[in-house]
């Protein structure tokens, strides 16, 4: 995946995960922290600018995406593998992201074409980023409380959460292959 839609994909799930952080790996070796902690070397907001201005074409933009190798999510973002990203919140729920190209509209259609393997205790939000061109999705569970554990234990509260994440990125990234091959 070129850098310039890593940049794209990270920038949006950024905007939608507050704690989430890039690490960003130039050319020359150097390692730059974005994120909206105050130890980041660039803001949140920063790394969005530059992701805009490069999928505009803006100049300047080529030159400096151009002199990075890689964009990878950190923070409260663990990778999950193909594009998934895990993330437990402080109130007792799981969550699942995923970043997309797809325009809003593909992304809601496949949500719902979807729908049934979410099962019940599982929410399905889109974050669309207009200007991005990028859409952040997030797979939630109920809070699991002592009362939900008793009805399904947290493994498979977790599995089925994983399940429905795994099949709707993949579900993305067929799509996105579908899109930029017509």
Same mark, same amino acid.
């Given at each position: ?30 390692? $730059?922290?974005? *994120?909206?902690?105050? %130890? ?6 920063? !790394? ?9 074409? &803006?100049?300047?933009?080529? %030159? %400096?995406?151009?002199? =990075? +190798?890689?964009?990878?999510?950190? *923070?409260? =973002? ?7 990203? +895990?993330?437990? /919140?402080?109130?007792? +729920?799981?969550?699942?992201? =995923?970043?997309? /190209? ?6 809601? #259609? ?8 979410? *099962?019940?205790? $599982? ?6 980023? #207009?200007? !991005? *061109?990028?859409?952040?999705? &997030? ?6 409380? /002592?009362? /939900? ?22 579900? &993305?990234? $067929?799509?996105? !292959? ?5």
């Amino acid at each position: 995946m070129p850098v310039e839609t890593k940049l794209r994909l990270a920038s949006v799930l950024m905007g939608a995960v507050p704690d989430a952080r890039a690490l960003i790996r130039r050319r020359d070796g150097a390692a $730059i922290l974005a *994120g909206r902690h105050p %130890a980041c070397d660039v803001s949140a907001s920063q !790394l969005r600018l530059l992701a805009f201005a490069a999928a505009r074409r &803006c100049s300047g933009a080529a %030159a %400096a995406v151009g002199e =990075l +190798r890689d964009v990878e999510l950190a *923070g409260a =973002l663990a990778p999950e593998g193909a594009g998934l990203y +895990r993330r437990h /919140t402080g109130d007792g +729920r799981e969550e699942r992201w =995923l970043a997309t /190209t797809l325009p809003p509209v593909a992304v809601t #259609h496949l949500v719902e074409e979807h729908a049934e393997r979410y *099962g019940p205790g $599982i929410t399905v939000d889109v974050v669309a980023d #207009h200007d !991005l *061109g990028a859409s952040a999705l &997030c797979l939630t569970t109920e809070t699991l409380t /002592t009362e /939900t554990l008793a009805t399904e234990p947290l493994a498979g509260a977790v599995l089925r959460l994983d399940h429905a994440a795994f099949a709707l990125v993949a579900s &993305c990234l $067929i799509a996105e !292959l579908h899109d930029t091959g017509s």
